[in-house]
């Protein structure tokens, strides 16, 4: 392996370094990279006594990042355990009250004893969290014995040193508990559009159905904190939307001229509409307050249109009127 | 449209990235903005003449055009570091040790409480193969100038990111530990009800957190070098103050404060 890798890059020599130090299996957890690859590590982990996964035996991937220790490494578990789900990320999370961010002066046993602290906590339905009956948990460590991985040819029997009598219940590590119990782990979603979409739902809170429809259709991929985007895309549909005032009236057969005729300007004094119109105003989605300025100028040049739409109706009618008196 | 960017997302999931979770979209979205600065701005940039300064303000905007000539009457350059939340800790290591260059009486003292450093900190506790290597790189830094590089030599190794990376996460750890070690001082200083501990797990080890007095304060405590930070902001009275860390000693260093940034000064 050494001469596969470039010595010097900070990673390897890390990575190097970590394979040295947990290359004999504890009692509760062992990692150790893959023959062909110093960047992806497979670790098991016995499961804390006094919990469900008392006398289970887990295992999972360890992936790297070329930036390494620079950046988290990713952790995936592979056997089934009724707390994670199975082949999805753990990830380090940087949301939350304290947010606590990957330190490089962390390590990949500081990760393992991290999930062992993890595992009795509640999932509270975060996504990709699971939360088992005690009693499925049960059945999950029994049969985590039972789980031997293809890639990396280890058995969860003999994977770890065997408990004796007075071996101790936690593994002992002082600072790595106290630094692990600092981590905030949390799954990662399965999918990125559940995300999305309630970014969305949240930044269109109060707004109309058609604002609604538009922040949907805005890709869940790239939800990341768009926030100029999501307004431009408000400016259009309340733009449409008041423009959306003239089409029906065209569909009742009446041809809306784009200016004021010099007959309606004439008569503009003359008459009132007959019925006031249907507050435009009202379709009109809440504005941002950046846009109260533009909000106002559509809504006053909706009203004139919708007056002049209506007095052409007026106007028609009485015509009409005449015609047959 | 809309089916355009359900490809694109079916082509995500199909590529196994569909686990991309928001927060770590968000740290994609940091990263891509990082990059972004970091083509622009070097790590550690060339020694400039200071006043480059007045171009980065409008030419009415006289409270910071007046501070830019108060502090041109007593300093002549600038060496700008990129602002990347670690500034602080950058702009001190290269200032000191281009400072050790011709100081060779005080390059052993510092060799020698920096050789010492690694030991408190694992007696405090930290992991020693974890913080060995960023160690490992202080000290090659530190041996470098004892070779008596050109000034530029520092400079380029400081612009090489691992190892310039390397050296502000051991800072970090300096700064951590000596925060840890006189925890019932610096206790009444830490917002927020959080512990000494958890104030360092939280602004001090983690990178791109940025520093502030405190920070400075104990940095330059526990490497025993004093550093001037002038302060130009947007306060009146047109003359720049300034702060000594510590109080009573005679600075070496001089750091320029901009709101969230340091820059070198250069008498």
């Known amino acids: 392996m050494e001469s596969k890798y470039n010595l010097k890059s900070p990673a390897v020599k890390r990575l190097m370094k970590e394979a040295a130090e947990l290359r004999d299996p504890t009692e509760h957890y062992h990692a150790q990279p893959l023959e062909d690859n110093l960047f992806e590590w497979h670790f098991s982990v016995r499961g804390p006594p006094d919990s469900d996964f008392d006398g289970g035996v887990y295992h999972g991937r360890i992936v790297l990042p070329p930036e390494y220790p620079m950046k988290p490494p990713s952790i995936i578990l592979l056997t089934p355990n009724g707390r994670f789900e199975v082949g999805k990320k753990i990830c380090l999370s940087i949301s939350g009250h304290h947010p606590e961010t990957w330190q490089p002066s962390w390590s990949i046993r500081t990760a393992l004893i991290a999930i062992i602290g993890f595992m009795p906590t509640k999932g509270e339905g975060a996504i990709g969290s699971l939360d088992y009956t005690p009693e499925e948990r049960r059945a999950l460590a029994k049969k985590s014995l039972d789980f031997c991985c293809d890639a990396c040819g280890s058995c969860m029997r003999s994977a770890l040193l065997a408990l004796s009598p007075d071996s101790d219940l936690r593994p002992v590590d002082p600072q790595a508990h106290r630094l692990a119990q600092q981590i905030n782990f949390k799954a990662e979603s399965s999918s990125s559009a559940d995300s999305g979409s309630s970014v969305a739902a949240a930044s269109s809170n109060g707004e109309s159905s058609a604002t609604e429809e538009r922040d949907a259709e805005e890709p869940a991929s790239s939800e990341q904190v768009r926030q100029t985007p999501l307004r431009s895309h408000r400016t259009e549909s309340s733009s449409s939307s008041s423009s959306s005032v003239a089409p029906p009236a065209s569909g009742e057969g009446l041809s809306v001229p784009a200016a004021p005729s010099p007959r309606q300007r004439r008569s503009q004094n003359q008459s009132q509409s007959p019925r006031s119109p249907a507050s435009p105003a009202a379709q009109l989605p809440p504005q941002d307050p950046s846009h109260t300025g533009s909000a106002i100028l559509i809504v006053l040049l909706t009203l004139a249109l919708a007056a002049l739409i209506f007095r052409r109706i007026y106007l028609a009618h009485e015509y009409k009127f005449d015609y047959e008196l | ?267």
């Open chain 2, 1 to 267: 449209m809309a089916e355009e960017q359900q490809q694109e997302i079916s082509q995500k999931e199909a590529d196994g990235l569909n686990c991309l979770a928001y927060d770590e979209a968000i740290v994609a979205q940091q990263d891509k903005i990082q990059q972004e600065i970091a083509t622009s701005i070097p790590l550690v940039s060339e020694r400039q003449v200071l006043s480059i300064l007045k171009r980065e303000y409008a030419d009415d905007d006289t409270i910071y055009q007046q501070k830019i000539r108060d502090l041109q009457k007593k300093y002549s350059s600038i060496r700008k570091t990129r602002p990347d939340g670690n500034c602080f800790y950058r702009a001190f290591g290269f200032s000191h040790l281009e400072s050790l260059l011709e100081d060779s009486k005080e390059l052993h003292r510092f060799k020698a409480i920096a050789a010492k450093s690694k030991q408190d900190l694992v007696s405090q506790g930290f992991t020693e193969f974890t913080i060995e290597d960023f160690h490992n790189t202080f000290m090659d830094l530190i041996e470098t100038c004892d070779k008596q590089p050109s000034v530029n030599e520092l400079l380029s190794s400081f612009n090489e990111q691992s190892v310039s990376d390397y050296l502000v996460v051991y800072l970090r750890l300096v700064t951590s530990g000596f925060l840890q070690r006189e925890e019932d001082f610096f206790q009444h200083f830490i917002e927020g009800g959080r512990t000494v501990r958890e104030f360092c797990q939280q602004e001090v080890e983690p990178m791109s957190k940025e520093s502030d007095h405190i920070h400075i304060i104990a940095l330059a405590q526990a490497l025993n070098v004093c550093i001037q930070v002038e302060y130009m902001d947007r306060g009146e009275g047109g003359t720049v103050n300034h702060h000594i860390f510590p109080e009573d000693g005679e600075p070496k260093i001089f750091l320029l404060y901009r709101p969230g940034h340091y820059d070198i000064l250069y008498k």
